[in-house]
């Protein structure tokens, strides 16, 4: 699968809507590291875009900012490689916001895979879904901030990712570590 053009697998980072310590469906505030971080994840996997998707006008101008410093300021110049990983970054309101790009730039209407630190009934495994993308038809891989991703949203998706369980009970990882492993997972070389 390695540097496969056939695979059309797209990342977003969902800041709304997702879901507080109390289980209530909040909007939360994008981090710098997120944004580094899974851009990177993306690029050395091959994904085709990151969409970063918030409603809120401050944190849209936030991200442009941190994006605008290293494709364009001081930090271009200082670390070109960062510059290649964050110009995947595209800011969209909503995930209807990034079908709607997906599908305007000819690549087909994406199905969305939801992710999840919860097991639910019928979750996709890694293998599965990996197979499904070495079919070439376009996926939106959906990672959640906060406490993650709300119930109504996790409903309406086309799949739902198994989650990623290590051996023992805690089971609390930031998304970025989570994105790392889950493109490894689906895109990394095997044996």
């Known amino acids: 699968m390695k540097g496969s053009?056939?695979?059309?697998?797209?990342?977003?980072l969902l800041h709304y809507p997702v879901i507080n310590k109390n289980g209530e469906v909040i909007a939360s505030?994008?981090?710098?590291l997120?944004?580094?971080d899974i851009s990177r994840a993306a690029k050395t996997y091959g994904a085709r875009a990151f969409y970063v998707v918030t409603p809120l006008?401050?944190?849209?101008?936030?991200?442009?900012?941190?994006?605008?410093?290293?494709?364009?300021?001081?930090?271009?110049?200082?670390?070109?490689?960062?510059?290649d990983a964050l110009e995947l970054i595209r800011i969209r309101?909503?995930?209807?916001?990034?079908?709607?790009?997906?599908?305007?730039?000819?690549?087909?209407?994406?199905?969305?895979?939801?992710?999840?630190?919860?097991?639910?009934?019928?979750?996709?495994s890694y293998d599965c879904f990996r197979e499904m993308l070495e079919t070439g038809d376009p996926y939106l891989l959906c990672l959640g901030t906060a406490w993650g991703l709300s119930g109504d949203f996790i409903s309406e998706a086309d799949h739902i990712l198994g989650?990623?369980?290590?051996?023992t009970d805690y089971n609390h990882l930031s998304v970025r570590s989570a994105a790392s492993i889950i493109l490894d997972r689906l895109l990394g070389e095997r044996g």
Not at 5 to 12: D, E, M, N
């Open 34 to 36: 997120d944004l580094h």
């Open 93 to 124: 309101d909503s995930l209807e916001d990034v079908t709607d790009h997906i599908r305007s730039e000819g690549n087909g209407s994406p199905r969305t895979v939801v992710t999840c630190a919860k097991r639910h009934d019928g979750s996709l």
């Open 5 to 12: 053009s056939k695979i059309r697998l797209y990342v977003t």
């Open 57 to 83: 006008a401050d944190q849209k101008k936030l991200v442009e900012s941190i994006a605008s410093h290293w494709l364009e300021g001081a930090g271009a110049r200082y670390n070109p490689i960062r510059r």
């Open 29 to 32: 505030a994008v981090t710098n």
């Open 163 to 167: 989650p990623i369980r290590g051996n």
